[in-house]
């Protein structure tokens, strides 16, 4: 893996790997190179294990999506295939649908924080094999976006106001 991954990212190869395997995906035996690009900007923590592993499945053709240039992956691998949920959903929701992404697939603990995003289909999965069955068409749940989730947007802005007051921080909306 090269591109200035941190330790967590490093560690992603076993998780992959492990989670790959546990889910009853097997991988042809080859040498396979990452590469973070661009090399300038460190990667941290472990939210790239599940597009890693995307990537991994659609080169050895176990996912046949077409269009997976419009789809952002994120989130933790167990193990055992699970997705664990991460830190910043919001952010990286937001700056998916900035980057011009029409779906994100998110661990289903951060479903409704990063649904609360218009204009960006947000997909809260709890293993990969949920991913993988989405990829290649099985619509076995229904993607959640922003005009669903008015009460918790609500929150969060009064939540942040307030906090933004009792800091004496400037604030900026994020163009929700």
Request: proline share 4%.
């Amino acid at each position: 893996m090269v591109g200035l991954p941190d330790n967590a990212v490093r560690e992603s190869k076993q998780r992959v790997l492990s989670a790959l395997a546990n889910s009853a995906f097997r991988l042809p035996r080859m040498n396979v190179t990452v590469n973070l690009a661009p090399a300038d900007i460190r990667k941290e923590g472990s939210g790239f294990d599940l597009p890693l592993a995307v990537g991994l499945l659609k080169t050895t053709d176990i996912v046949k999506a077409e269009h997976l240039d419009e789809v952002a992956f994120v989130g933790e691998l167990g193990l055992d295939g699970t997705i664990r949920s991460v830190r910043g959903a919001l952010p990286i929701a937001i700056e998916a649908r900035k980057q011009g992404f029409k779906a994100l697939f998110v661990p289903k603990a951060n479903e409704r924080e990063a649904g609360v995003v218009n204009h960006l289909k947000v997909y809260g999965v709890k293993t990969l094999k949920e991913v993988v069955d989405a990829l290649n068409g099985n619509p076995k749940f229904n993607a959640r976006s922003g005009r669903h989730a008015r009460r918790f947007l609500c929150c969060t802005n009064h939540l942040s106001a307030r906090l933004c007051r009792s800091q004496g921080a400037s604030c900026s909306q994020a163009g929700l």
